[in-house]
């Protein structure tokens, strides 16, 4: 069993960066890839990005692909997505997931665990 905690959301103009945290608890944090989703009001949950177990390998949506950065501390349990550049349509809950596969997958039906989320906004 694993436990995800977000933290780090909040309000920021565009151009603006932020940076959350999910904390897993658990002795099995660092054989999990972990993938971080988002939300939108009206829309379903999409990827965002994600990192495999030893943090060697990352991917990202297209429409994040150079302004965000996933990153983990499997000696602290944690993963981090770097958020930069951020506008207006970045807007959304962010979810951390835990994933069963040894695989990158963009796939929300891969990923076990969940946290509950954490608002982002972006004002223009």
């Known amino acids: 069993q694993v436990q995800l905690v977000e933290s780090g959301g909040g309000l920021v103009q565009a151009g603006g960066s932020l940076r959350l945290s999910c904390p897993a608890s658990g002795r099995t944090f660092s054989t999990k890839a972990m993938g971080w989703f988002r939300q939108a009001p009206g829309k379903e949950r999409e990827f965002v990005a994600a990192i495999s177990r030893s943090g060697g390998s990352t991917i990202y949506a297209d429409s994040v692909k150079g302004r965000f950065t996933i990153s983990r501390d499997n000696a602290k349990n944690t993963v981090y997505l770097q958020m930069n550049s951020l506008n207006t349509e970045d807007t959304a809950v962010y979810f951390c997931?835990?994933?069963?596969?040894?695989?990158?997958?963009?796939?929300?039906?891969?990923?076990?665990?969940w946290g509950q989320g954490t608002q982002v906004t972006v004002s223009s």
């Open positions: 997931a835990a994933s069963g596969l040894v695989v990158l997958t963009t796939s929300p039906l891969a990923y076990a665990y």
